[in-house]
């Protein structure tokens, strides 16, 4: 049986969309055509668009509040051309002791505002053993290993099987970094609970999964977008490596020194995208 989403955040006192959506568009939130989540590290492409509204996650009504470091916790309203943006300076995580609900909210809220497509991104250790440090990973679909009660139905269930990232999206990605010769990667992105980083028997069971990366984040965005129809991309930075009998110790403020020595090739690929598109 679906769950009544209303009548779930109303049990888990979420506060109806319609108020924070109401809120944000008295804001200057006007009609966006794509929701983005900046995960670690990437909160600055939003700077490199144009702003148009900015509003701390704290000031929003209902909105979750990130507690991470290197997540700044703004909701941005800009424009890249002709393309209007909502997006998540800092994402929610199901570690920080959120509920699915809660970290799924700001998704139904850019939907609600009028986003259609979703772009997701993450700092993520690498599992492929042909990647780098550094490298950009399209998201070609993904693996979840979060556990845990999943985000609620929006609908009776749909039983049809297939690809949760839009294939036309990838391919602009890709025709965009071979242009500008950037090196993208591609591959399955798992996710894992957190908020400690993964084990070696537990990397060791990821890649033998098929897994080419490893988050812990991104995939309760990811599944409620599909539930609501949105088109969904998306990008990983490669932070670390996850290989090899003994990978090497990683902090989180390591992870997020190398995406922002990404953002400027990320930059290049996300506007390059946009303009191809043309939402």
């Known amino acids: 049986m679906w ?12 506060p109806s969309t319609t108020i924070t959506t109401d809120f944000l568009r008295d804001m200057g939130f006007c009609q966006p055509s794509m929701g983005m989540i900046l995960g670690t590290g990437f909160g600055r492409f939003s700077e490199m668009l144009e702003v148009e509204a900015r509003v701390k996650y704290n000031d929003i009504p209902g909105f979750p509040v990130s507690t991470v470091a290197e997540h700044a916790g703004y909701l941005v309203s800009a424009r890249h051309g002709k393309t209007r943006l909502v997006i998540m300076q ?6 920080e002791g959120y509920s699915p609900e809660q970290v799924t909210f700001p998704v139904r809220i850019m939907h609600q505002l009028g986003a259609r497509t979703l772009f997701v ?18 998201i070609v679909d993904h693996i979840d290993m979060m556990g845990g009660d999943p985000p609620p139905s929006i609908g009776p269930p749909d039983f049809r099987s297939g690809p949760v990232y839009d294939e036309e999206l990838r391919i602009v990605l890709a025709d965009v ?5 950037m090196t993208l990667r591609s591959g399955v992105l798992s996710s894992m609970l957190g908020p400690s980083f993964e084990t070696p028997a537990e990397i060791a069971m990821l890649r033998r999964f098929g897994a080419d990366a490893v988050s812990m984040s991104t995939v309760p965005e990811v599944v409620v977008a599909s539930q609501l ?10 932070s670390n490596m996850c290989v090899g009998d003994e990978p090497s110790p990683i902090k989180h403020e390591d992870v997020a020194v190398v995406v922002n020595d990404a953002i400027d090739r990320f930059s290049l690929l996300m506007t390059g995208m946009l303009e191809e598109i043309n939402l």
């Open 3 to 14: 769950i009544d989403v209303q009548t779930k955040m109303e049990e888990t006192q979420i």
């Open 90 to 95: 800092g994402r929610i995580h199901r570690y």
């Open 121 to 138: 991104t993450n700092a993520a250790g690498g599992l492929n053993r042909f990647f780098q440090v550094g490298d950009l990973m399209s």
């Open 177 to 181: 970094a071979a242009k500008s010769g």
């Open 229 to 238: 129809n949105m088109r969904i991309a998306g990008v990983s930075c490669i």
